[in-house]
DNA sequence: ACTTGAACTTGGAACGATTCTAAGTCTCTT
DNA sequence: AAGAGACTTAGAATCGTTCCAAGTTCAAGT
């Protein structure tokens, strides 16, 4: 479940965007990669300081930076939260969970996101899209999340 | 162009919501529509304080979220920045250019929302959806804004 | 008309996520 | 081996927003 090649991956995509691979940055990006759910920049340094206990919060900062810069990563803000941090690189959506702050994953087919670009006027040039939602997930009878 | 069927309008739907209609809250609402850009609450403090030289940041804010609470404002909120204030009612995507800072409604037919609802997985019940682009606007050759 | 409690406003203090700063370390290049 | 950047670090600073305590206004009941 880990690294070499996750490792070679991050390296070059940190060279190919004019940044430097340190041991920090990778970490950082393994801690993210490491869990399927959607961390703060405290969360993701909480879970660094165990394999890097000398890591300051300033550099989890500069390390998320730097993988959401060369695509590595995503940022995922909401009202008023803190910033969370999504390894999903394929397009999709947010779901917000009122009841229990957490952040689930939802596919978005490619012919859809065409469609949402088409909304735009003319003129218009949009480099990213962000669509959330937010509500409750209803726990169905015996069944496991579909998701995550 | 003003105020007095406006006024009435916000006063039901304040009292509807369990809260009182007062004079703060009458003339942000005032300013928040009167004018179709998607002022920060900073902004909307300098505008109202022509109105109400007396009126405190703070009730700025309060009144805001009064009025998002009943529903006769929406907040937008983007990527570590303050948030603003729209007064469209309509279901409606956002488009921030980054070049100018400046936010831009984009309408959102129905049976898109629609669609948009469906991407979710049996369970899961959104109570709003938030569409926004980020991007620039290429200006049009003697072709002035389409929105707005 | 008085009383009374809740809602509201106000200025200033507090908060918290993020960014900045200044100093030290590491790395690539020559 | 030296120099220039890039990077990390701790702590200070920033800034949009929320909280607090005190005073004011309002609605409802008497
Ligand atoms: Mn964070
Ligand atoms: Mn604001
Ligand atoms: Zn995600
Ligand atoms: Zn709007």
Redesign the interface.
Known sequence: MITDTQNTALAQRLTHSGLRSTPQREVVYQVVLGKRDHPTAEEVFDRVKSAMPTISLATVYNCLDALVQCGLIK?V????EP?RYCPNLHEH?H?HD?ATGEI?D???PAD?IA??HN??????????????????????HA?TD??N
């Open positions: 940022q803000n909401s009202v008023r910033s959506a779901f009122e689930h939802v596919d978005i859809l469609r949402l909304l735009l006027p003319k003129g218009y040039d949009a480099v990213s899209i962000d669509l959330s939602f937010r509500g409750s997930v209803r726990a169905l069944l579909q998701q």
